[in-house]
């Protein structure tokens, strides 16, 4: 005799609705629990179809695997000394590490301790587009804004152009609205009211 249990048990699923939430949707894991908001407008239908949908992406994003904070460490050395060989005191990091809480941008530094963190956003993306946020936060190092010797760094990087390009494409699609500051371009991403996972 064979015991059918049935299927394997998801995921242990909180759900959370809130009036102040209009359109947007997040999931986030927290222990062994994913916690999925949502607007508290929405109708059982529309829970279901969500919290389905954010569990795949959220067990999508962890089921990639990212390079190591070490990796990264070694790669923004040898975008260093390739592009920023003139900066060898400044241009290289003291740690390079990924994090989840970049809800409004790819990569940040802090030039005081050297540190830079990049948005696990970025774990699934192409090497040359994580270079090209690498070698951005590795020029700020640099130079603190995103005033025209800045703009001369990132210059060096030949697939400047291209990964921006690239990056603009992944936010329309996911329908993030990039936010200049400066007259000059900059990578400072706001989420629209839409899904996000964390």
């Known amino acids: 005799m064979t ?11 909180e759900v959370r609705r809130s009036a102040r939430r209009r359109s947007t949707v997040s999931a ?6 994913v916690v ?8 059982a239908r529309e ?9 795949q992406r959220l067990e999508r994003r962890e089921r990639r695997t990212p390079r190591s904070d070490d990796q990264l460490l070694a790669r923004a050395g040898g975008l260093a000394r390739r592009y920023l060989p003139d900066h060898p005191a400044v241009a290289v990091p003291a740690s ?28 699934g993306m192409p090497d040359w ?13 640099v130079v603190a804004g995103h005033d025209a010797r800045f703009w001369e760094l990132m210059a060096r990087y030949p697939r400047t152009e291209r990964a921006r390009g690239f990056l603009e494409g ?12 400066d ?16």
């Open 96 to 123: 390079v590490r990924w994090v989840g809480n970049q809800n409004g941008r790819w990569g940040s530094c802090t030039p005081a301790d050297r540190t830079i963190r990049l948005s696990t956003r970025l774990a």
């Open 170 to 181: 992944v936010s329309a699609t996911a329908g993030l609205s990039l936010h200049d500051t």
């Open 183 to 198: 007259d000059e371009p900059s990578e400072s991403l706001e989420p629209a009211p839409r899904e996000e996972v964390g």
């Open 3 to 13: 015991e059918h249990s049935g299927p394997p048990p998801g995921p242990d699923i």
């Open 28 to 33: 986030y894991r927290d222990g062994e629990r």
């Open 129 to 141: 587009v994580v270079d090209y946020v690498l070698f951005h936060e590795l020029c700020h190092l």
């Open 36 to 43: 999925v908001l949502i607007p508290a407008r929405f109708s």
């Open 47 to 55: 829970e279901r179809e969500w919290v389905d949908r954010m569990v």
